[in-house]
């Protein structure tokens, strides 16, 4: 059975725990659900997760350690180094705003 790719841009430590998080930038995508199987695609890495939560939140809601946990935060980056990070991720000029509106999914792996 195939299933809907989420992609990541790097190797993440994270993707090496059995569960794991990421934020995802509303885009027009479509949104992956609660129980829906993924496959998980990064430059070496690529496995079957189950989405086991996922939420709608604003930027500023996210608290900094969620933010450092998910960008892999390096001691002494402000909020807005994290948000610059995360940009980079996305083919936009234009880091996120603490207005802006994200998904953040709750993975398994499979």
Same mark, same amino acid.
């Given at each position: 059975?195939?299933?809907?790719?989420?992609?990541?841009? +790097?190797?993440?430590?994270?993707?090496?725990?059995? *569960?794991?998080?990421?934020?995802?930038? +509303?885009?027009?995508?479509?949104?992956?659900?609660?129980? #829906?199987? *993924? #496959?998980? *695609?990064?430059?070496?890495?690529?496995?079957?997760?189950?989405? !086991?939560?996922?939420? &709608? &939140?604003?930027?500023?809601?996210?608290?900094? &350690?969620? !933010? +450092?946990?998910?960008?892999?935060?390096?001691?002494?980056? &402000?909020?807005?180094?994290?948000?610059?990070?995360?940009?980079?991720?996305?083919?936009?000029?234009?880091?996120?705003?603490?207005?802006?509106?994200?998904?953040?999914? !709750? !993975?398994?792996?499979?």
């Amino acid at each position: 059975m195939r299933f809907r790719t989420m992609d990541f841009s +790097q190797d993440w430590k994270k993707l090496d725990d059995r *569960v794991f998080a990421t934020i995802r930038i +509303q885009k027009g995508e479509m949104k992956f659900s609660p129980d #829906e199987n *993924v #496959e998980i *695609v990064s430059p070496r890495k690529k496995f079957n997760a189950n989405v !086991l939560y996922s939420c &709608t &939140t604003k930027m500023k809601d996210i608290p900094m &350690t969620f !933010l +450092q946990y998910d960008l892999e935060g390096k001691k002494g980056e &402000t909020r807005r180094d994290l948000y610059n990070k995360l940009a980079k991720r996305y083919a936009r000029n234009d880091p996120p705003e603490d207005k802006d509106t994200v998904i953040i999914y !709750l !993975l398994e792996r499979l």
